[in-house]
């Protein structure tokens, strides 16, 4: 049966489940088609009509004066912890949150901007009492503290709206600017769109409008080739636009991706529902496996954690799963992430793959 498959694999005959990202995907025929027939011009002269198009939509879709694209979300985070903080100032951050942890430290490196990152609660807030503390006084001694960064989703969690609520009123009430890493709002707000009834661009704004500058990934489970947008008031996105072209991100005929972009905004946002609900089917397939702790998924990942004597088998499911033509990840936990690219029979195979491992 795995020798079957493997040969199958091998002749192409079947594809790779690859659940390590949501950035894998291919751009559907939809997205190829809208890209081929998109108006494109030099951007950096302002003359981009799709780029120019597609920085309005997301601005109204989440209530701001104005948006930029940008080539990446590091980029796009980047240029708003800059835009937020000066030399010599600080921003209060998750001590997993991608951008402190997984941006190679860069607004410490361009904008000398320093981070206090703050050990996260389980479901990736800062608890409001912690960022307190870790305000400096306004001394010599210290860096300014000037900004306060969230993550939604984050690790696949979403944050409550009651805590963003809170966080929003308590930063204001200390005079910080609020920053969300959304590279998976989108999903935030399908996920809690679905249990409040309402829609997905309703919930998308309503978390967006809890922050003075929001940035969004197009290329994660939007499903675009590249490329995120940093929203914020006018003279915001002005002062980024300065550091996006110090950061080497002045684009020229960028129309073609920000027409993928756009795309995904019109298509690929209800649909986030069905990687939801393949990846309910995932957990509920791993669970009761003796040895893995399945974490309960919010969104489109999945964490898992070897226990027992399974503990120091992480390596080994991984070379399992690659042989059976599955990939994922495991640089922290075990990592599993469902896309446009993925459906209910990957899952099964996946399944099928772990339990087989586990002789379960
Ligand atoms: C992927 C990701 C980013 C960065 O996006 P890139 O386009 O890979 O630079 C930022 N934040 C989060 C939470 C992400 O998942």
Request: aromatic share 6%; glycine share 10%.
């Amino acid at each position: 049966m795995k020798t079957d498959l493997t040969s199958r694999l091998a002749n192409g005959q079947a594809t790779r489940v690859d659940l390590r990202s949501d950035t894998v995907t291919q751009p559907t025929p939809g997205m190829r088609q809208a890209m081929a027939q998109a108006q494109v011009g030099d951007d950096v002269f302002a003359g981009d009509p799709s780029v120019n198009a597609l920085q309005e939509k997301i601005a109204d879709m989440l209530g701001f004066e104005a948006a930029l694209y940008m080539p990446t979300g590091t980029q796009s985070n980047l240029c708003g912890i800059l835009s937020h903080c000066q030399r010599g100032d600080e921003y209060i951050v998750g001590q997993m949150a991608h951008c402190y942890r997984w941006e190679g430290g860069g607004a410490a490196v361009f904008g000398s901007v320093q981070p206090q990152p703050l050990t996260q609660q389980d479901d990736g807030s800062l608890a409001l009492a912690d960022i307190e503390a870790a305000i400096k006084p306004d001394d010599a001694h210290f860096a300014r503290t000037r900004m306060l960064a969230l993550e939604n989703t984050w690790g696949g969690k979403v944050l409550p709206h009651d805590y963003l609520l809170a966080f929003s009123a308590f930063a204001k009430s200390k005079g910080l600017a609020r920053h969300l890493d959304g590279a998976r709002l989108f999903n935030a707000a399908v996920s809690q769109a679905a249990s409040l009834g309402t829609s997905p661009q309703t919930e998308a704004r309503r978390i967006a409008q809890c922050f003075d500058s929001v940035s969004v990934c197009f290329s994660k489970g939007l499903g675009a080739p590249m490329g995120s947008a940093l929203c914020g008031s006018r003279a915001f996105i002005q002062t980024a636009h300065r550091w996006r072209k110090m950061a080497g991100g002045g684009l020229r005929q960028a129309g073609f991706m920000a027409a993928a972009a756009s795309y995904a905004l019109d298509h690929h946002i209800e649909r986030l529902g069905q990687d939801h609900a393949l990846m309910q089917h995932l957990a509920a397939g791993l669970s009761g496996i003796e040895g893995l702790d399945v974490q309960a998924p919010q969104t489109n990942i999945l964490f898992v954690d070897l226990s027992g004597k399974a503990r120091d088998q992480s390596a080994a499911l991984i070379a399992h799963l690659k042989q059976a033509g599955i990939d994922i990840t495991g640089l922290y936990r075990l990592r599993f992430v469902t896309h446009l690219d993925v459906d209910k029979a990957g899952i099964e195979r996946t399944i099928q793959a772990v339990r087989e491992f586990f002789k379960a």
